[in-house]
């Protein structure tokens, strides 16, 4: 019998991350032989475990906070989608070169667009945030052809800057006094951070409030959402599978489904 493949997930922390559950889970689909661990990293050892992985045998890491752009630096190669977005969530081993890329945007999409039956092409869109997470998600966003996109965060300079790197006439940016008019999906990229000075007007009759972020409960922002009559609320969780998902893909070269590890997930 082959050995196990040797996978992880760094970050700091990353004792809550459910990446193990779900990768598992993926390669039980197809008789995988699979080892994967939650590794907490020192803020200043990214780089020395990832090669410690790698030297003892390792085939990929998932990347979380607070290491994606360091990831990043690291890479030797990274696709189109991890340089738009200057991060990498998932990290494969060739030798000795690191190959780099980025899922966080497939992933949010075709949660979106297959789980959630959202209609993104022609879609009003507000992101609130303009740090790493909305950076992430903005290439694959662009690409369904919304209607306009909206970047509003608590420095509206960041913001501003962050919509004049992708040359897009349907993409703006400012404070959050700017987020005005109704949306028809309004994207929490903020991190724990509540969503204080954001008007209730912002929902569309038929919109959705999705917070990239993930707990075991509401997060704050869906609790806020709901409490001023968001039409449809929903979590990150959908997210986070469907960009293991495409990690998955990117090292096995098979796809697996996702809808039943969605709904194990929520009910775990």
Known sequence: MA????????G????????????RAFAAQFGIALCYDALLVGRDGFASALRAFAA???RGVNVTAPFKEEAFALADICTERAQMARAVNTVTFDGKKIHGDNTDGAGLV????DNLGVTLRNARVLIIG???AARGILSPLLAQKPARIHIANRTAAKAIALAGEFSCAALSGGGLETARGAYDLILHAAGPQGPSQLSPGIFADSALAYDLSYADGDT???TWAKQNHAPRTADGAGMLVEQAAESFFVWHGRR??????VAE????
């Open 220 to 222: 704050s922002f869906v």
């Open 56 to 58: 003892d045998g390792g």
């Open 265 to 268: 997930l929520r009910r775990a």
């Open 110 to 113: 075709r949660d979106l667009r």
């Open 3 to 10: 050995a196990p493949q040797k996978f992880a997930v760094m």
């Open 12 to 23: 700091n922390p990353v004792a809550h991350s459910k990446s193990p559950f779900i990768h």
């Open 256 to 261: 697996p489904g996702t809808a039943a590890v």
């Open 130 to 132: 303009a740090g790493g």
